[in-house]
């Protein structure tokens, strides 16, 4: 029988918290094992991260020595290669004495050059050109000791989360854009050079994929083999719930009924969202318990605390990353309609409340900007669109958005 589980909602989870998956996790090890260089692709909150982290313990277990590294918090690109070496030397593999001491002594004169641009006179541009030097010193030596470790017979992997969060952050910066190139490129490069020896996992909770697509970058990932992640079978679902159910002294099962109805209100099947409803059902005070409790009317409660700000908050101040200040207005407009409905909305009438909310705007402008906002909120994992209407992917999300923003 199958080991019971903790609940643990927004962090990435291995081990015995570990559930379902098999299918994923067989044919990322064949992929990794072949030597390919692999971008897991899914929607926010599907899981992605936790599945890199099976797949790091389970290679780890198997005698692989794994590099891990979540870069979302670089505030440029010193802080982004620094964060890479520090995963290197915390990593079980081995540095060169000689070449630690250079990859720091880089990163250090490259840190210090971006400072003086960034407290320079107001207007002062980091042009790309001026500080390719200091750049190739600091990331040179750092390309060399990847490329050293792929040359030893030992099995390494490197894994790299949230690069697209980076790079949006990037971007916003000072020659963003070709800043952006530029990490990308030499990431490629690094690969390249790594080949078949050493392959590279790549992931975040924004699409790799669809950033640089939206950026004219395509070819800079174009040696990447693409895996789908998706939601969990209804199979999955359950025995997830009755794993976290077992752990649990007052339940030791739920009523199928109740297991049912939890699936039915989530509708999407994220181990996120199970989670979090279970949170919700085994966090209701006593007092406020049905006298059968777990019942049908205590998931009722459980799903009106789960939809509330504090569990899905995240996913309106997330926009703030992803958009300018007027995609996130035609986003919220966007979802505001969509949400509005239980059956959702059709493209033409979101075409329309585009051009009601900006009379005087070209038709064909915002018939593009409602086509990239539809792939990057479909990507991200806020809507679907299917016969013909586009709808919010997860009950929960779309009732925190008609509360949150009173539609």
């Known amino acids: 029988m199958a080991e019971n589980i903790r609940n643990i909602t927004g962090n990435p989870i291995s081990g015995p918290d570990f559930h379902g998956r098999q299918s994923e ?38 005698g692989w020595k794994v590099v891990s590294v979540d870069v979302q918090h670089a505030e440029d690109e010193a802080g982004f290669l620094q964060l890479m070496y520090e995963a290197i030397d915390e990593s079980p593999v081995e540095l060169e004495k000689t070449t630690g001491e250079s990859i720091r002594s880089g990163i250090v004169k490259f840190r210090s050059m971006l400072r003086g641009f960034k407290a320079g006179a107001a207007g002062v541009k980091l042009e790309v050109a001026e500080n390719e030097s200091a ?66 996992v790549l992931c975040g909770s924004i699409g790799l994929d669809t950033f640089v697509k939206n950026h004219g970058l395509e070819g800079s990932i174009n040696d990447l083999t693409e895996m789908s992640v998706g939601a969990y079978s209804e199979d999955d679902a359950t025995q997830r719930l009755r794993r976290l159910a077992a752990a649990e002294s007052e339940f030791g099962e739920l009523p199928a009924e109740v297991i049912v109805d939890i699936l039915n209100r989530v509708g999407w099947l994220l181990p996120y969202y199970l989670q979090l409803m279970f949170h919700s059902l085994v966090s209701i005070a006593d007092a406020q318990r049905s006298r059968n409790f777990p019942s049908l009317e205590d998931v009722a409660t459980a799903y009106t605390a789960a939809a509330r700000t504090n569990n899905l908050g995240h996913w309106s101040s997330r926009l703030n990353d992803l958009l300018t200040p007027d995609e ?3 986003a919220h407009l966007l979802l505001n309609r969509v949400a509005a409905a239980s059956d959702g909305s059709t493209r033409e009438e979101l075409l329309g409340a585009f051009a009601a909310a900006a009379p005087q705007a070209d038709v064909d402008e915002l018939q593009q900007q409602l086509r990239m906002l539809l792939k990057l909120l479909a990507d991200d994992g806020y809507i679907f669109e299917e016969a013909g209407r586009v709808r919010f992917r997860s009950f929960l999300l779309r009732d925190f958005w008609k509360q949150e923003f009173e539609v």
């Open 328 to 330: 996130k207005r035609r």
């Open 135 to 200: 750049w190739e010193e600091a990331a040179n030596p750092l390309r060399a000791q990847i490329k050293r470790l792929a040359k030893t017979n030992d099995r390494i992997l490197f894994a790299m989360d949230e690069l697209p969060i980076f790079l949006s952050s990037l971007l916003k910066q000072s020659d963003g854009n070709a800043r952006v190139q530029r990490i990308l490129n030499w990431l490629r490069s690094v690969r390249q050079a790594c080949g078949s020896r050493l392959p590279w």
């Open 25 to 62: 996790l067989k044919t990322l090890r064949r992929t990794i094992e072949n030597g390919n260089h692999v971008l897991i692709l899914a929607p926010r909150r599907v899981g992605k991260s936790s599945v890199v982290a099976e797949i790091e313990r389970l290679l780890s277990e198997d």
